[in-house]
C-alpha cells in the first residue's frame, strides 16, 4: 500500500500577472533611493501628498461634529446601497449641481476614495486593447490602474513655461480609434496648476471633436488661490460626457476617510444607460464608502464654513509664495508659479549640477546633505524636475528652502556656454 | 471652407466588458421577481443579509465608544498606509493569532470589508484562464468576482443531508492543472453550517494532495452556537497556505463600516513573499478601509465584553429555532438544522407544490400572498431552496413562520406517487 501512495505535486503558487502589473512608481523610485538624512539636521519631507501629517492643517469642527452626529444617530451602521445612500447622493448632486451642469443623486456614485472613483471610471469606460490620454507630468494612479487592467496610456504633454497648460497639438496626435478616454487633472498634482476657462474650452473641443469621454480628476476642485477661478469642466460643454471624480480627501483634510464621488455629467446623452448601469454593477464587487462618513456627508458639505476653506487656500497661497519666491532665486533650480492645489513643480538644470545625474540623484543628495526630501518627478514620468507640497509648517517650509538654496549653491556649477554667452 | 470641415465623429461609448461581466445573482434574481405584497399583512423580509435593519441588534457601546475615541484622538484623518496601520494589524494579529498558527502584524492586510479582502485575494492567487472552486450554495460574490477577471469558476457540492458538508469527492474530481485556489466558507452563507475540525481536515488533505492554496471566508467565524465549535483552518494545517478573510462585518454588526482584513497564514513558505508582495501592490490601488475604523480597531477588539458576542449568539439560535422547528413540521418543506452564521436554508419539495415552478416561482407567491420575503436559492445556484435569515426580531421570525404555514397548507398537494406508497 506504501507504492499505492497518491503522488504528491509540488507548491508552486505564483502571483497573478494583475498583482505583478499593478506598479507604484512612486513606491518603487522611493524604495530605490538611498535615503539617509544628515544626523545634524531634523528631517523636513516635502514629499507626502498627506495635508494631515504635520497637524497644522486640521479639518473643520463641524466636519468632526457631523461624524459624532452620524455615530450617535445609529442609523448608519448597517450596508448602504452599494452606490451610496440616496440622501448622501442628493447632498453630493446639489452641491456640484450648477444651471448649466444639473446634477440628480441617481448622477452620483459615491466610492471609497477618489481612488475608487477613478478605478471605476476607468473601468466602465476601456477594454484590455483600448488606451487612455494621461498627462505627463500625472499622478501616477491612472496608470497603475489602466495597466494592470491590460489598458494602454499614452501620455500628453503639458508645458510648464505656459503654466502647465496641455499641448494640445500633441494631445490631438495621439487620439486613435483605440483611445477610450481623456484624463484631465485640474487642479493639478503634481503641478499646482489651474487651468483657465478658454483652455478647457479648448481641451472640450478636441474631444468633442474625436468623441472621446473625459474622465476629469477634479479632487482639488475649488482648492485655487484667490486671484484664480476654479472651472469644473462638465458646465463648458454641452456634448462631452464627462466623469468627475471628487472626493473629500483634499478640500476637506480628511483622506483617511476614503469618502469619494463620481458625478456623470450626460446631458447629450453620449453615455446612456450602459455607463451608468456599468458603474452600478462595478460598485456591487466591494460596495463603496463607510457609512458613517456617508452618514455625515450631507452635513460636512452644507455646515463646513466658508472661513474653513479660505483658511486653507490662505494658507496654501502663503507657504506656495514663500517657497516659490525663495527658490526663484536660487541658481540652477526653476520653479513654476502655482495657482492651486498643494503642489509646485520645480525644474533642475542639470547641466549645472554635474555631480548629478537626474532628479532621483539629486533629491538623494538633498537628503543626504541637508535632511529635505522631495519627490523626485521621475516619480510622475518627468525627470529633471521635483515636487514639493506646500502643506508643512511656514517655519519649515522657510528652513527647507534654505536648506535647499544652501545645497544648490555648494553643488551650482555655471555651464560653459552659458559664460561664453555672457563673454560675447 | 465650409468643405473642409472637420468630419466629426459619432459618440459610441459602451461600457467595457468587465462591468458587463460583473453579475449579481441576487440583484438580477430579486429584480426580475414580482414583488407586489399582500396589502393587508405588513411585509416581512426574511432575506436581508444585514443584522442592523431591525435595530434589534445593535453593536456594543463600546465598539461606539472605540470610534469616538479615535475620532477625538484627531490621529486618524490622514492616509494610512495602503495595507492599514501598524498598530491596527499588529491588533488583528494578536486577536486571530494561536501557537498552531502564528501571525504577526505583517501577515495582516486590512481591507475595505471583507469582500475586498475576497477580491484582493482571488486577485492575487488566480490570471485569466484559471479556475477556482466554490461552494455551490455558497455566497455569490466569489463568482461575480472571478468571472469579471475571466477567472473561470467550477462549484463544489455541499451535501445537505450532512449538514451541508462538502462532497470531497466530487470537489476533488473538479481540480485541474488551472485550478488556483479552493474557496472554503465556513460558517456558511447560506446554509448555517459549521464545519466540524474532522471535516476541515478532510478538505484541507485535498487541498494538500492537489497543492491548492485556500481562500477560507471566515467571516462569520467565531459565530457558532454554543454546543458547537468554530474551527479556524489555517491551525488545523502546517503545509496548506490559507488566506483567511474577515472583518468587523457580522461579528461586530457594522457591515457599513466597511473594515474587512486577509490573515496570511503560510508556514509552509507555498505564498513565499511573492503573494505577500501581490497583496502589498493590489492594496495600493484604491487603498483600503476608512481610518477611523481602523484607529477603533484595536479597542473594538480589545474591549468589546464577551457578553456581546454571547448575547448576539444566543439571540440567533434561539431564533433559529424557533424557525426550524415550525418549518419542520410544514408538509412539503425541509429546512436544514443551522449551526451558526445567521441562515437557514429551507428545501421545498416542489412535486408538492405544483402550482409553482421554482423557488423563484414559490418565493414571488409567498410575497404576493402573505407578504413574507425569503430569498430563492436559485441566487446561489441551488434551485427549490429558499434562505431565511434569522436577525429578524421574535414576533416576526414566529409570524412570519405561521404565515409560511398558511401558505404552504394552502398550496402543498399530497403526491400521487406518496399516495400509492400509503396504499400499499
Ligand atoms: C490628482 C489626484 N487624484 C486622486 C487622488 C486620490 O484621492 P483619494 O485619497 O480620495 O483616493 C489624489 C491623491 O493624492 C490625487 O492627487
Ligand atoms: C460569506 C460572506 N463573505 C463575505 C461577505 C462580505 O462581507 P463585507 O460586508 O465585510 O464585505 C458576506 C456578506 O454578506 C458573506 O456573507
Chains 1, 2 share one sequence.
Not at 171 to 179: A, Q, V, Y
Amino acid at each position: 500500500s506504501a507504492k499505492m501512495k497518491i503522488h504528491k505535486k509540488r507548491w508552486n503558487i505564483r502571483a497573478s500577472e494583475m498583482s505583478k502589473n499593478t506598479l507604484n512608481p512612486i513606491r518603487a523610485i522611493v524604495d530605490g533611493m538611498k535615503l539617509s538624512p544628515n544626523p545634524d539636521k531634523a528631517m523636513i519631507a516635502l514629499s507626502i501628498g498627506d495635508p494631515t501629517v504635520f497637524g497644522n492643517l486640521p479639518t473643520d469642527e463641524k466636519v468632526l461634529q457631523a461624524m459624532k452626529d452620524a455615530m450617535d444617530s445609529h442609523k448608519y451602521n448597517g450596508y448602504a446601497p452599494s452606490v451610496g445612500y440616496q440622501k448622501s447622493r442628493e447632498a453630493v448632486a446639489n452641491f456640484y449641481c450648477s444651471p448649466e451642469a444639473p446634477l440628480e443623486a441617481d448622477d452620483v456614485i459615491l466610492t471609497s476614495g477618489c481612488s475608487q472613483a477613478i478605478e471605476l471610471a476607468i473601468s466602465v469606460l476601456c477594454n484590455p486593447g483600448n488606451n487612455i490620454l494621461v498627462p505627463c507630468p500625472g499622478f501616477s494612479l491612472y496608470k497603475t490602474l489602466a495597466v494592470s487592467l491590460g489598458i494602454e496610456i499614452k501620455h500628453y504633454n503639458l508645458l510648464p513655461e505656459k503654466s502647465w497648460e496641455i499641448d494640445l497639438q500633441n494631445l490631438e496626435s495621439l487620439i486613435d480609434e483605440k483611445t477610450a478616454c481623456l484624463v484631465v487633472n485640474n487642479p493639478s498634482n503634481p503641478c499646482g496648476s489651474v487651468y483657465s476657462k478658454e483652455h478647457l474650452q479648448d481641451i472640450l473641443a478636441v474631444a468633442s471633436r474625436h468623441c472621446i469621454p473625459i474622465l476629469a480628476d477634479e479632487i482639488y476642485g475649488d482648492m485655487v488661490f484667490p486671484e484664480h477661478t476654479f472651472y469644473s469642466m462638465a458646465p463648458l460643454t454641452n456634448d462631452v460626457p464627462i466623469l468627475s471624480c471628487g472626493g473629500l480627501a483634499k478640500r476637506w483634510l480628511v483622506p483617511g476617510w476614503r469618502m469619494g464621488w463620481i458625478l456623470i455629467h450626460d446631458r447629450n446623452q453620449a453615455f446612456g444607460q450602459e455607463i451608468r448601469e456599468g458603474l452600478v454593477k462595478l460598485s456591487q464587487r466591494i460596495l463603496g464608502a463607510c457609512t458613517i462618513v456617508q452618514g455625515a456627508l450631507e452635513a460636512i458639505l452644507n455646515s463646513t464654513p466658508q472661513e474653513f476653506y479660505q483658511d486653507t487656500i490662505g494658507f496654501l497661497k502663503s507657504n506656495s509664495e514663500i517657497c516659490f519666491s525663495a527658490l526663484s532665486s536660487i541658481p540652477g533650480l526653476n520653479p513654476v508659479r502655482p495657482s492651486g492645489a498643494m503642489y509646485l513643480m520645480v525644474g533642475i538644470e542639470m547641466e549645472n549640477f554635474p555631480e548629478f545625474e537626474n532628479d532621483v540623484d539629486f533629491t538623494e543628495h538633498l537628503v543626504t546633505e541637508q535632511s529635505v526630501f522631495c519627490l523626485p518627478a521621475t516619480a510622475f514620468e518627468y525627470p529633471n524636475y521635483f515636487r514639493i507640497v506646500v502643506t508643512v509648517p511656514e517655519d519649515m517650509m522657510v528652513e527647507a528652502c534654505s536648506r535647499i538654496r544652501e545645497f544648490c549653491q555648494l553643488h551650482y556649477r555655471p555651464c560653459n556656454q552659458e559664460s561664453n554667452d555672457l563673454d560675447q
